[in-house]
């Protein structure tokens, strides 16, 4: 069992190892891990090779549909507001706020960055607030950081709930309830988060000392909503509205505790006098300004399954195919109107057309971005497909074998590190879930515990992942244009993940009688 868990563990160690300390752009070091996984694969798991083929052929579609379709869309449309002008304006009015660095982080990054997770997933969280925190002067590895980490914890709700609902239903649990307890589980790091993100901001404790009091009340706003969410609601708007309330709570805390930060926290004196150039626009200016981004709202919320007569119409328009040939092969589904990069993708055309772009413009700016993202969607083909013949291989499966049969009762402990090793090598807190979620509800019948509380910390600990995911590190250094960072990157974003990943496993084990408030 000890040779299987090292032997699977080659192609996650090679990651480590390329990308922290060789400092490989990780457009490189993941088709090596391809490659090692598929001789792994071959020659010691003995996958037939046809099975590994369509396995990887697999990760490779899903890379592109709906993946890199979500990212690219993400990164056209802000390429596309700058180009109008609109994202200008959008800079205005958030430096209007405030021009406190501080509270700008805990806006965009956690606020607007944890929206757009709850409503889109698949990488628009760190793409887009990245992209406006580069516009704002902010350096593009600390936007990058920073957005990765604001990232993690609204994971969990990701695109109306998926990662939450999929662990429930994988598990044969019931996902408002699996939704209460993952909210439970979230809370403590849901509100030291905004804390951190300051702290990361200021450059020390120090920074916190005239802004602790906003970051408490961003993340308390963002936490309780989000358990009132899950309680009353259900798994789909948790993060959603929790965001809604956390960037509205921390625009008031801002205006009444932060009226005049200390000049240290303050934007670049060249940024604000740039932006002091323009005039704040009036209320018509700033709705088409932002018209892409409220359209992505009302088309991914009105096109949910929060609207069944819209959503089942729209969702039986698809393709299923099967490509993987082994056994227990599930059909891939290409759901062509109901995915998020689609309609963002139709938001952003119809927001251009409101900020008068033509068509060639948006042809241009199209063009640009896809050459903008092409080392980006080298990784995640290549990773993608490394990961699914991992899972399909078996190897997968042995690495988290191993940890239980080693922890025993003390398993809780790393049962969020199971959740988030599946994030990292996949990029997905779902496809963690799908891997994971029933090995952690056998687990948690072996060891006498509910199962509920396993299938819980799995999701929270796939949420941690989301920090130093290759898949995730790589649409960061695609939208803050710093290819080739990907090595300092994963190595600021390991410590924050350690903490993350302590602190969930001392909750997974030690919180179980948090269960009875449930």
Not at 100 to 106: F, H
Not at 371 to 386: D, E, G, P, R
Request: aromatic share 10%; charged share 10%; glycine share 8%.
């Amino acid at each position: 069992m000890f040779l299987e868990f090292i032997l699977a563990l080659l192609p996650i160690l090679w990651l480590v190892v390329s990308l922290c300390y060789l400092k490989m752009p990780a457009y490189k070091a993941c088709p090596v891990a391809l490659v090692i996984t598929v001789l792994l694969a071959l020659l010691y798991w003995k996958a037939p090779g046809i099975e590994v083929f369509t396995g990887g052929l697999e990760g490779a579609t899903m890379a592109l549909w709906p993946i890199s379709l979500v990212i690219v869309a993400a990164i056209f449309t802000y390429n596309l507001t700058v180009k109008t002008g609109a994202m200008a304006r959008i800079q205005k009015m958030l430096t209007s706020v405030s021009n406190d660095k501080r509270v700008l982080v805990l806006i965009i990054a956690w606020g607007f960055g944890g929206f757009m997770e709850a409503m889109a997933g698949f990488g628009t969280a760190v793409a887009i607030p990245a992209s406006i925190l580069c516009g704002l002067g902010f350096h593009p590895i600390f936007a990058a950081v920073v957005c990765l980490v604001a990232n993690a914890t609204p994971t969990a709700f990701g695109s109306i709930g998926i990662p939450t609902v999929t662990a429930a239903s994988v598990s044969g649990l019931d996902p408002q309830a699996t939704a209460v307890v993952v909210s439970l589980q979230l809370f403590l790091m849901v509100v030291l988060t905004p804390l951190l993100l300051v702290t990361i901001t200021g450059g020390g404790l120090k920074s916190l000392k005239s802004s602790w009091h906003i970051a408490l009340i961003s993340g308390l706003g963002f936490a309780v909503v989000q358990l009132l969410a899950a309680r009353f609601i259900g798994a789909e708007l948790p993060a959603v509205t929790g965001s809604v309330a956390s960037m509205l709570l921390t625009i008031w805390a801002a205006k009444v505790f932060c009226k005049n930060p200390p000049k240290e926290y303050q934007l670049s004196e060249e940024t604000k006098d740039e932006l002091q150039k323009q005039e704040l626009p009036n209320l018509r200016e700033a709705v088409i300004s932002w018209s892409p981004f409220l359209l992505i709202f009302v088309f991914l919320l009105t096109v949910s399954k929060l609207v069944p007569p819209v959503y089942n119409v729209l969702a039986a328009v698809k393709t299923s195919v099967v490509i993987y040939s082994g056994a227990g092969a599930a059909p891939y589904t290409f759901s062509w109107l109901t995915t998020p990069g689609v309609l963002i993708f139709i938001a952003a055309f119809l927001g251009g057309l409101l900020q008068k772009a033509s068509l060639s413009d948006m042809a241009q700016v199209l063009v640009q971005t896809l050459k903008q993202m092409l080392k980006t969607m080298i990784t995640l083909i290549t990773i993608l497909a490394a990961a699914k013949i991992m899972g399909y291989s078996g190897m997968t499966r042995d690495i988290a074998a191993f940890l239980v049969a080693v922890t025993g009762t003390a398993y809780p402990l790393v049962a969020p590190l199971i959740g988030s090793i599946g994030t990292f090598v996949t990029g997905s807190a779902t496809s963690s879930s799908v891997l994971f979620s029933s090995l952690q509800a056998e687990t948690a019948r072996a060891i006498g515990i509910q199962e509920i509380w396993l299938v819980a910390a799995n999701t929270i600990g796939a949420t941690a992942g989301k920090i130093i995911s290759p898949q995730s590190i790589a649409i960061a250094v695609a939208s803050t244009g710093t290819s080739g960072e990907e090595s300092n990157i994963l190595r600021i974003t390991l410590k924050y993940y350690l903490l993350y990943i302590v602190i969930f496993g001392l909750i997974s084990y030690f919180g179980y009688s948090l269960l009875s408030l449930v």
